[in-house]
């Protein structure tokens, strides 16, 4: 049993990473999938209020309740195969619930990118395109390390540096992964 879970700012590679996961049969636990099911479950969209919720369910649950919410996923994953990728992972708190589960065979992989870089991927991506929720980078980077997320980077086992090719990155994934 292998469980590989990543942490990164918005925009580092973190959703390449699950990508190339995917390609190679690895199953993809997404965290905030909870949390775009709990903006659904309050009848608010996803899009414009994904960070607002993410907050609430830490307040009102405790800071590890996206993780613990997270974790049947990946058990179930883990029944059909060796290897379960957790993508977003965004506190140290949160790091301490995976690793309290799964012990030595979790490991945390951090994905860094320099700011310009992470910022022209995000405008570009249109999903959650900086000025559309009236969230700069820079504000949504202060909220994800208010989390603990600086903590849970300086965590990590394995840190990839995504500011190179495309095919350099995916490549030094599938290292990681396989």
Known sequence: MRVIGTVGLAGSGK????????????????MGDAVRAACRERGLDPAEHHGEVAQALRRE??????????????????????????????SDVEVDVFRERFGDDFTLVAVDAPYEIREERVTERGRDAIGESGESLHDRDERELGFGLAE????????????GTLESFRSRVREVLT
């Not at 649950?61 to 965004?90: F, K, Q, Y």
């Not at 849970?152 to 500011?163: G, H, K, M, Y």
């Open 15 to 30: 959703g390449e990473f699950a990508a190339v996961a995917e390609e190679l049969g690895v199953p993809v636990v997404t």
């Open 152 to 163: 849970a980077i300086a965590r990590a086992e394995v840190t990839i540096e995504n500011a």
């Open 61 to 90: 649950n405790g800071p590890a309740a996206v993780a613990e919410a997270s974790l049947p996923h990946v058990e179930t994953a883990l029944e059909d195969h060796e290897t379960v990728l957790i993508d977003g992972i965004r």
